[in-house]
């Protein structure tokens, strides 16, 4: 252990302070849950490390028709929320119940694919992120937050400190398929949010993880199903689309190719899985 | 940059330990205290050899350096087994041969404590959900699992006791 200093602030200001003064060789670590495996092992020989924990970022609350959630909140904390259920679904399937205590929902989106279910969910969700630096705040759309693999927006005296999830979501799905049911990196995440007008989807979007650099959208195969009423060609049409337009890798987990041939059978279902959720909600109605 | 000094409260009682920064929970209480339930498994957060719970709620403590615990409530295997005999969840492990090596039972038995007392009725389901970051290599989980089963019944049958 080669650790000289862990610095753990009391408040975002102190925690921006920090940074500030020991710049970015500074780690910052929130839940520990990615960065402590790298350190337990020596991969990772940060001098000075800053723990988010205790810096007054842990609240999710409902303002309006926006869930804010502090970048330190906890998975199991977004489990038990009730504002939005595909953050629920996604935190769910993410980890274990331990690692959800520890791991934090800001943590998910510096977590390297396959990890960072929740992220995915985010995407899909249109989430914005606020920045917050010595020279005052910026709030950015979550796509426009990552830039490449293990890479993101962030200046280097900025953290990442609250999430913004619009609460009127419209229909969604989540489906993560792994090699086992519970507590293991994805072959895929899928993430879908659709808005319908009329019968017909007005808006769409499918987040995939593990199929990119960071969680992606697949673009084309949203443009594939806007105007349409799902009908089963389309959503054929839009899985083979993702398929098509998704970047996936290969790990020990899976290879490119079968990863790829999973973003089609998971695109598909989970449109499915909208189809059959509004069929069920008529069904209700009647 | 030198050693600390922290204070947190295992097993009720209050415990000052002189550390190097950032070193894990499990680390201090296994080499610096002797709480020898605490297993050093894979360090990744993996294999819940090293669960405690941090007030009330079960964390991996290899993932977890000390100065985070500063003044809170941990709990291992240790706190949870009476003075005299044992408690129901391990008399449960002990009646439904839910251990073979033994290496994971203190992480089940800590996370079942945890679970029984947010869930005094799981399902099976439930407990399968608990357990999903807790490794057994030797019993195919059933006896485990039956054994949650068993001490949620003896607790319910209990309660149901007059007087």
Known sequence: MTVLEYLVPRSLPEAIGLLERHGPELLVMAGGTVAMPL?????SLPERVMSLRSAGLTSIEQRGDVLSIGAAATLTQLVAQDGVALLS??????ASWSIRNMGTVGGNLFTPPPGGDVAVALLALDARVRLSGPHGERVLPLADFYTGFMTNALAADELLVEIYVPTAVGETAFIKFGRKHANTPAVVTVAIALQRRDGRISAARIALGAAGPH?????RAEAAIVGS??????IERAADTAAGECRPFRDAIATEWYRRRMVGVFVRRALEKVVEQEQDDVGEGE | MGSKIITFVLGGREVEVMVKP????QAVLRYQLGYTA???GCRQGGCGS????VEGEPMMSCLLP???VAGMHVTTLEAITPADGLDRVQQAFLEHGAFQCGYCTPGMIVVSKALLGHNPRPTRQEIVDAFAGNICRCTGYEPIIAAVEGAARASASKAAQPG
Request: one cysteine or more.
């Open chain 1, 39 to 43: 350190i337990n092992e020596g991969i």
């Open chain 1, 215 to 219: 969680p992606i959208r697949a673009a």
């Open chain 1, 89 to 94: 679904e996604a935190a769910r399937n993410t």
């Open chain 2, 22 to 25: 950032m070193t894990t929970l």
């Open chain 2, 38 to 40: 605490v297993k050093e």
């Open chain 2, 66 to 68: 000390v100065e985070d």
């Open chain 1, 229 to 234: 009423a799902l009908e089963s060609g389309v």
């Open chain 2, 50 to 53: 090293c669960t405690v719970l």
